[in-house]
T-cell receptor
Framework: RKEVEQDPGPFNVPEGATVAFNCTYS??????FFWYRQDCRKEPKLLMS???SGNEDGRFTAQLNRASQYISLLIRDSKLSDSATYLC????????????FGTGTKLQVIP | DAGVIQSPRHEVTEMGQEVTLRCKPI?????LFWYRQTMMRGLELLIY????????DSGMPEDRFSAKMPNASFSTLKIQPSEPRDSAVYFC??????????????FGPGTRLLVL
């Protein structure tokens, strides 16, 4: 089983739609979690961290479920500019960074 | 801040040649990461330095790959000899610490390597 698994998509959604991605991780000792965004032929960039209590940043909401070992990203009112690949990132922590990236979920927002 | 700087941005070489990729992390960051990204395998961590010391090189594919960090502002990833299967985008990233929020990684623009 992969350490971090994501549905590769693509998710094709119309503008204004709500879309959600899930990501599962295998190591229960994982300590911190992130969502990164990667545009085509660009580098990954941090979208948001994922807190245990869940957190929101504008149209984006991230949730963590430690019991089931998954994190989620919800995008409301999708914009064309949201089209990108969303990477789930898990850091095992433990004094140094043991970071694993998921292979990403591709989102295409359609006019 | 200039961000993470990588060079070259594109490299085309022939099988068997030596390839050297370069990275300058963000000033003040003490952690540096080299990643490789392909369509098939996604983003893979190759090696992680903390305070210029290699901490985890378990992702380095084989002896043909080597990485160095002679000082806090410079790192190299070398492939010798290169093979067509090494064709990928190689990213360098840096972070300022090991716990939140300093663990956020900032990526360079990447080096697109094509080995013919």
């Amino acid at each position: 089983r992969k350490e971090v698994e994501q549905d590769p998509g693509p998710f094709n959604v119309p503008e204004g739609a709500t879309v959600a991605f899930n990501c599962t991780y295998s190591n229960s000792a994982s300590q911190s979690f992130f969502w990164y965004r990667q545009d085509c032929r660009k580098e990954p960039k941090l979208l948001m961290s994922v807190y245990s209590s869940g957190n929101e940043d504008g149209r984006f909401t991230a949730q963590l479920n430690r019991a089931s070992q998954y994190i989620s990203l919800l995008i409301r009112d999708s914009k064309l500019s949201d089209s990108a690949t969303y990477l789930c990132v898990v850091n095992r922590g433990g004094g140094y960074q043991k970071v694993t990236f998921g292979t990403g979920t591709k989102l295409q927002v359609i006019p | 801040d200039a961000g993470v700087i990588q060079s070259p941005r594109h490299e085309v070489t022939e099988m068997g040649q030596e390839v050297t990729l370069r990275c300058k992390p963000i000033s003040g960051h003490n952690s540096l990461f080299w990643y490789r990204q392909t369509m098939m395998r996604g983003l893979e961590l190759l090696i992680y330095f903390n305070n210029n010391v290699p901490i985890d090189d378990s992702g380095m594919p084989e002896d043909r790959f080597s990485a160095k960090m002679p000082n806090a502002s410079f790192s190299t990833l070398k492939i010798q000899p290169s093979e067509p299967r090494d064709s990928a985008v190689y990213f360098c990233a840096s972070s300022s610490g090991t716990s939140y929020p300093q663990e956020t990684q900032y990526f360079g623009p990447g080096t697109r390597l094509l080995v013919l």
